[in-house]
């Protein structure tokens, strides 16, 4: 049951495990049936034509990449009028990411922006660190918090997150 208006995945993504991540969300809503475009934040384009929007950043010392952080700055008002979800990822090793945040679940430089945008949801998953990628800053960084290397994303939980989105969607079709 396809619909003609396909939902948005916009996301930021530094070294692409956001961009993973945005990725399965896209693909649990396609499996459900809906139309999806997943895009970097910086390549969405207008929101017209669109049925939702799912948009999602990766954090980095407590703040979402620039690109997505701008896109919600910029485009909350319009978001309001859509059904939208966010999401957030970061925390790397065991437990509940929001724990390991101190329960700053969600960067307070984007909190207004995201009251503005009225999301129907606000999630905080954990995410990925492949040392590989990072630059020295970054991996300096990584060793002044002593932050755990390693993929820590639990797929489980977010395409259940996604099943979620899809269900509510497909019922207000």
Known sequence: MKTSLPVL??????????REIAERIGKVLRDAGLAVEVKAA???????????VVLGSGLYVGAWVKDAANFLKKR?????GLPVWLFSSG??????PAELLDGKVFPAKLAEARDRAQPRDSVLFHGAIDPVKLNFLEKHA?????????????????????RGIAEELKREA
Not at 9 to 16: P, V
Not at 76 to 80: G, I, K, R, S
Not at 91 to 96: N, S, V
């Open 142 to 162: 990584i060793r002044m918090v002593d932050a755990p290397v390693g993929d820590y994303r639990d797929w489980d939980t977010i395409e259940a997150w996604a």
């Open 76 to 80: 909350a008002d319009e978001l309001a």
């Open 42 to 52: 910086k390549d969405a384009g207008a929101l017209t034509g669109y049925r939702a």
């Open 9 to 18: 995945l916009a996301y930021g993504s530094k070294h692409g495990a956001t």
């Open 91 to 96: 925390p790397t090793g065991a437990g509940d």
